[in-house]
């Protein structure tokens, strides 16, 4: 066997098992995910029938890979990627011991959640924006680590002590769910919308303002948690 054929096979040991590992949690992570995403919802229905018969929580499993739960006029998608991820050289977890003294714990799994309008999949605007609300980052000892804005940023970011267990992914759901409540369908700046073209109005009605999210027309800061 030639020197370039061990560098292949020891390559794969080290890192093509470690990705298949890594994946099968994240799938099974994601099955814990389906589940708890159900319960919430059968939870909720029955609590909010009792205030207004008029908001319905549902949840859907689009493909195995893609799930939502719908609450009122939002839409909470959680997509896993089916890849392994490998933290980028300026991600902060490199600076951790815990990464430090095995580097191989720097290679995750991730489920993204996207927050959208429960309209743009009633009336199928399909060119409607979303927003990834987080990102969830899952490693082989299921240590996990969640970026994103808000609650979603800081309440999940101890990677080297959190184990990403049942208990711990009810409270990202649940925080995902506070943060599309409380994250508001803001009226688009008058001249992002002030143009529209005779062939939008003709095809269909309800494109004539085009694109429909809750910051169009803003933009989120990337270093803090502002609308801009």
Not at 79 to 102: C, G, I, P, R
Not at 189 to 199: G, H, L, M, R, S
Request: proline share 2%.
């Amino acid at each position: 066997m030639s020197t370039a054929e061990e560098l292949i096979l020891q390559s794969l040991k080290d890192k093509a098992s470690l990705k298949q590992d890594i994946f099968k949690l994240t799938i099974d992570t994601f099955e814990v995910f389906k589940g708890k995403l159900k319960a919430i919802a059968h939870r909720l229905n029955e609590k909010v029938r009792e205030i207004d018969t008029r908001i319905l929580i549902e949840y859907h499993e689009r493909s195995p890979f893609s799930i939502y739960i719908r609450t009122a006029g939002d839409l909470l998608v959680f997509e896993m990627h089916t890849n392994v991820f490998l933290f980028d050289s300026q991600h902060k977890a490199w600076n951790l011991s815990y990464v430090e003294e095995d580097p191989s714990r720097a290679y995750c799994g991730m489920i993204s959640i996207y927050n959208f309008l429960s309209d743009s999949l009633k009336y199928k605007r399909v060119n409607d924006v979303g927003y990834l609300i987080g990102r969830l980052f899952l490693n082989k000892d299921l240590h996990f680590v969640v970026e994103g804005k808000r609650q979603m940023g800081y309440l999940y970011n101890n990677f080297s002590t959190d184990i990403l267990t049942e208990e711990r992914i009810e409270q990202v759901v649940e925080s995902a769910i506070l943060f599309c409540l409380n994250f508001d369908l803001l009226t688009p700046p008058y001249e992002a919308v002030q143009e529209a073209t005779f062939n939008q109005l003709n095809e269909n009605a309800q494109m004539m303002n085009a694109v429909t999210g809750k910051r169009l027309g803003f933009r989120f800061n990337h270093d803090d948690d502002q609308i801009e």
